[in-house]
T-cell receptor, first 117, second 112 residues
Framework: GAVVSQHPSWVICKSGTSVKIECRSL??????MFWYRQFPKQSLMLMAT?????????EQGVEKDKFLINHASLTLSTLTVTSAHPEDSSFYIC?????????????FGDGTRLSIL | EDKVVQSPLSLVVHEGDTVTLNCSYE??????LLWYKQEKKAPTFLFML????IEKKSGRLSSILDKKELFSILNITATQTGDSAVYLC????????????FGKGTSLLVTP
């Protein structure tokens, strides 16, 4: 079945560091990928929609200059958390849809746990 | 403002019990309602519902959507400890490219 690979699965770094998270669709092409964030004991919140070859669409309240999204190919989207601070510590999850199959659910990556010290 | 409300927020049952999880919603531009199971990592897909009144079934799990009363239920029969997880209800919009709006989830604990 379709697989979405997310890397790294766990990051611990110092405040002020920039962190890049990769999301790859392994056996399908994805025009659109989605980035979600989940704080402890809370549900997933959509951060942004990543569009191949164009700018990402950010949800209200999400700073586009802090969370840089690049979707340079049909199989890869990256999220860079710039100058991360402890309040950015969270579980970041990407998902993708197969562009060739309509009305199918999203496939999720395994997520990245980000801890900023 | 769109809303999706899941109930109960948490539930503890014994192995073998049957549980019913609820998801009610108020959504404009509704496309579909989805159920996911989340353990320690990212959500795993269970069901996608677009039509009212048609039950979807997978093993001990089943789900149905009522578009008139704006709710869905997820049933789990003969529960097992491996069913312990957070069950998330989400919906997608017809005008937003399939992005998902999640409810807060129901935390289910199945005890031996």
């Amino acid at each position: 079945g379709a697989v979405v690979s997310q890397h790294p699965s766990w990051v611990i770094c110092k405040s002020g560091t920039s962190v890049k998270i990769e999301c790859r669709s392994l056996d399908f092409q994805a025009t659109t990928m989605f980035w979600y964030r989940q704080f402890p004991k809370q549900s997933l919140m959509l951060m942004a929609t990543s569009n191949e070859g164009s700018k990402a669409t950010y949800e209200q309240g999400v700073e586009k200059d802090k969370f840089l999204i690049n979707h340079a190919s049909l199989t890869l989207s990256t999220l860079t958390v710039t100058s991360a601070h402890p309040e950015d510590s969270s579980f970041y999850i990407c998902s993708a849809r197969d562009r060739d199959i309509s009305n199918q659910p999203q496939h999720f990556g395994d997520g990245t746990r980000l801890s900023i010290l | 403002e769109d809303k999706v409300v899941q109930s109960p927020l948490s539930l503890v049952v014994h192995e073998g019990d049957t549980v019913t999880l609820n998801c009610s919603y108020e959504v404009t531009n509704f496309r579909s309602l989805l159920w996911y199971k989340q353990e320690k990592k990212a959500p795993t897909f269970l069901f996608m519902l677009t039509s009212s009144g048609i039950e979807k079934k997978s093993g001990r799990l089943s789900s149905i959507l009522d578009k008139k009363e704006l709710f869905s239920i997820l049933n789990i029969t003969a529960t097992q400890t491996g069913d312990s997880a957070v069950y998330l209800c989400a919906f997608s919009y017809s005008n937003s490219g399939y992005a998902l709006n999640f409810g807060k989830g129901t935390s289910l604990l199945v005890t031996p």
